[in-house]
């Protein structure tokens, strides 16, 4: 009869480790995507898919450190999904950011004269005038 419980009590604490193990390495993916996205300017050029996807990581990472593992899964693959959508979007973002970058380095138009959008002493009325 003791024979038979001490395989049979192996087998059901191993299965909690599997769960254990299978959610960390699946987070340790989704830190990577977060870092990635952040490399790739996330923070800034996409700001609401980047917030999704640090939210949820946060999330995953307590529904982890309480041992809830298909919680944290689930928020784990919710993180991912978004880390990748703002990286895609933040790599997208460089060439319209360098287009406002030109016009405000460069505040002359086509026939030489100063920009009006972009001259802060240009005249005309304004908000407060």
């Known amino acids: ?6 395989p049979l009590a192996a087998i059901l604490g191993l299965t909690g480790c599997i769960a254990a193990t299978r ?6 993916q989704a830190e990577k995507n977060m870092a990635a996205a ?3 300017g996330a923070p800034e050029q996409a700001v609401y898919a980047w917030t999704l996807a640090d939210e949820y990581m946060k999330k995953a990472r307590d529904e982890w450190a309480r041992s809830d593992f298909e919680a944290a899964e689930s928020m784990v693959k919710k993180a991912k999904y978004w880390a990748d959508e703002s990286a895609s979007i933040a790599r997208a973002a460089p060439a319209r950011i360098q287009n406002e970058m030109d016009e405000e380095a ?7 004269d ?12 304004g908000v407060w005038q």
């Open 114 to 125: 100063v920009n009006p959008t972009t001259d802060p002493e240009a005249e005309g009325p």
């Open 1 to 6: 009869m003791r024979i038979a419980f001490v």
């Open 38 to 40: 952040r490399d790739a």
């Open 106 to 112: 460069n505040p002359m138009n086509d026939e030489g």
């Open 23 to 28: 959610t960390t390495v699946k987070l340790a």
